[in-house]
């Protein structure tokens, strides 16, 4: 490790740990590298990490004037060919080529499989790109490289089984991903893998089950609380316990403490619009929410971000907030390099979904539909999980159910049922149409 001092390098692998497991303490062990070895490649390259898998605009900011100023004082060719590699995967993510440093560390995996860093970056990576195929097996083609006694192997685990759901394979996902936890309880990333698999599934008591036996050890004190709870409040409403929902979401989603972290605030609005959809009375939550993302004047940096601020306007009723985000990003792909990652998942699905999310507000109802429809299968290329991204397909059956498309609402929900026959959400919706179909 360049530059990188005995103490330092004791730091780094103590960050590593905390990264894998989402401790909060991640942050304080990577000043630390910095602290004492300023210099150190891998501490930048870790620091920049940290200030972007937040997916917020001005940590980002903030990480690329320091690893800037510090590239410039880097000789490349005095750097270890993995150093060199994850130099560029930070600067290429950094300058807003996130697909180009997956790429990019995807190749340092290769060579140096065992690099915890690389796989775990890129793994979030593939995640915030939609990419499930990669969720999955870039975990996947390391794996044989490392010991199973390795303490860093049953994080690795977690992230393997959340690939597998992602990519359609649950029971597998399920069985590795209990075998993460059983591991390390506190693995909450495989505890997240595990409840993704239930979701997907439609098992939503044994999710509630799952959770319940394990909340001391995912509940608080990690990066993952608030979106576990989010997991666990879409189970108490597939059960029909609104009142439970609306109990979590005060209490564990969003509230006054609640930090406003870009990540946190789509987790409650994703929740509230799913009740939103289903007719559920949420108070004054709507504003409050919608304040909150007001209060964090986001720019254009992550497109799927955008659709939940959107989503928290329209719920509150503030149409003329969300149609100004929309003018706002239409201003910005028209002027911004086409080579930026985010300009794509903008145009391609995160106006048209954000255009929708506005008709819906207004009662368009065909026009939701219209511009849904094309992109059902196409969503992922904005990033997010299957389960996040269901607030939408559900958007688009009600849509179809609300409007003049009963056909096609027909169609979205035998597909839905056919899959998740438990699925409290869909069921219900059937009955609707029935009822309407009879009218």
Avoid: K
């Avoid at 360049?2 to 942050?27: I, M, N």
């Avoid at 870790?46 to 990480?63: I, K, Q, S, V």
């Avoid at 989503?311 to 929309?326: F, I, K, N, Q, T």
Wanted: aromatic fraction near 8%; include cysteine.
């Amino acid at each position: 490790m360049t530059r990188t001092g005995a103490d330092a390098a004791r730091h780094y692998e103590s960050a590593l740990d905390h990264l894998l497991f989402f401790r909060e303490e991640v942050d304080a062990e990577v000043r630390a590298v910095l602290r004492d070895s300023p210099r150190s490649v891998m501490g930048n390259v870790f620091a920049a990490y940290l200030g972007l898998l937040g997916t917020e605009e001005t940590a980002a900011a903030d990480a690329r004037g320091a690893f800037e100023a510090f590239r410039r004082e880097v000789d490349p060719a005095r750097l270890t060919s993995r150093e060199r590699g994850h130099l560029e995967a930070a600067s290429s993510w950094l300058a807003g080529d996130i697909h180009r440093a997956g790429r990019l560390l995807a190749e340092v995996s290769v060579a140096c499989p065992r690099d915890a860093l690389a796989l775990a970056v890129g793994h979030q990576i593939d995640f915030f790109t939609g990419d499930a195929v990669l969720l999955r097996d870039r975990i996947g083609g390391a794996l044989s490289a490392w010991d199973a006694d390795d303490p860093h192997y049953g994080p690795l685990l977690g992230c393997y089984a959340f690939g597998l759901e992602e990519s359609g394979h649950y029971q597998r996902a399920e069985q590795v991903g209990l075998e993460a936890v059983q591991r390390n309880a506190r693995d909450v990333w495989g505890i997240h893998a595990v409840v993704h698999a239930y979701e997907m599934q439609g098992r939503f008591e044994d999710g509630i089950r799952y959770l319940d036996a394990r909340a001391r050890n995912w509940a608080d004190g990690n990066y993952l609380t608030v979106h576990n709870w989010w997991h666990y409040a879409l189970y108490l409403l597939e059960s029909g316990r609104t009142d439970r929902v609306l109990e979590v979401y005060d209490t564990a989603v969003h509230h006054e403490d609640s930090s406003d972290a870009a990540m946190e605030l789509l987790d409650a609005a994703s929740l509230l619009w799913r009740l939103h959809l289903a007719g559920v009375d949420t108070g004054d939550r709507w504003s409050t929410l919608a304040d909150a993302w007001a209060r964090r004047r986001d720019g254009a940096y992550y497109a799927f971000n955008d659709a939940h601020a959107v989503m928290a306007y329209v719920g509150a009723g503030r149409l003329s907030d969300a149609e100004a985000l929309v003018r706002d990003r239409q201003d910005w792909v028209r002027r911004a390099d086409p080579g930026l990652s985010n300009v794509s998942m903008t145009v391609d699905i995160g106006l048209p979904v954000c255009r929708a999310l506005v008709d819906y507000g207004r009662g368009r109802y065909d026009e939701v539909t219209e511009l849904l429809l094309p992109l059902r299968r196409r969503l992922h290329a904005f990033g997010g999980s299957h389960a996040q991204r269901d607030a939408l397909q559900r958007t688009l059956v009600e849509a179809t159910l609300r409007g003049s498309r009963p056909d096609l609402a027909r169609t979205l929900l035998s597909e839905r049922v056919s899959l998740r026959p438990r699925c409290r959400y869909d069921r219900q919706a059937q009955t609707r149409l029935a009822g309407r179909l009879g009218g």
